[in-house]
Every structure is written in C-alpha cells, then in structure tokens.
C-alpha cells in the first residue's frame, strides 16, 4: 500500500494551497481520510483529482486591454485544454518520485 500524504504533502506536491486542499474534501471532491485527528489523502485520489481539478476562473473571459476583438478572449481568458494539464503532470511526476 502506498504512503498515504497529509493535507500540507498534497499541497506541495500539487502546487495548490493546503485550503484549496481542504476545501475539495469538504466538497467531496477529494477523497481522504481522518485518523487520529489527521487528515490522509491516497496518491491515487489525489491523482483522480488532479485530473478533474479546474480553476473557476479559467472559464472567465477576461476584458482587460489586452482583449483581440476579431479572437473573441484574452490571454487571460484561455479555457483548459481536453488533454492533461501540465499541473496534473507536475504532480504526477513529484508523487512518483516520493
């Protein structure tokens, strides 16, 4: 069985902030575990979440000066892509190096 990580460990791994963390538990989005008044969290659910984890304000379109009237959005306002983000990779590979 692999090492289980706490709230602070899926942090770091991720790139989130531990309250970004806790937060998608209580939602019931991220799967964990308390133990003696600890919070674990399984490599496996924290890469199902990874996978699904969408920043809200990504879907924004954003009308700062910056915006291409012909293109429709911003820089800013990018959507996320179909494909595996590059955050998900970079926690990939840190939970495989642990």
Known sequence: MPPLLTV?????VTGLCEETIRRAIR??????????RATRIRPDA???YMDSYLCPASDQISHSSNYIGGRGQS??????????SRL???????????
């Open 46 to 48: 924290l890469n199902a």
């Open 75 to 84: 820089s800013g306002g990018r959507k996320a892509s179909a494909g595996v």
């Open 8 to 12: 602070r460990a899926a942090a770091i």
């Open 27 to 36: 939602a019931g989005r991220l799967e964990a575990y308390r133990r003696h």
């Open 88 to 98: 998900a990779l970079r926690m990939r590979s840190a939970l495989d190096r642990h």
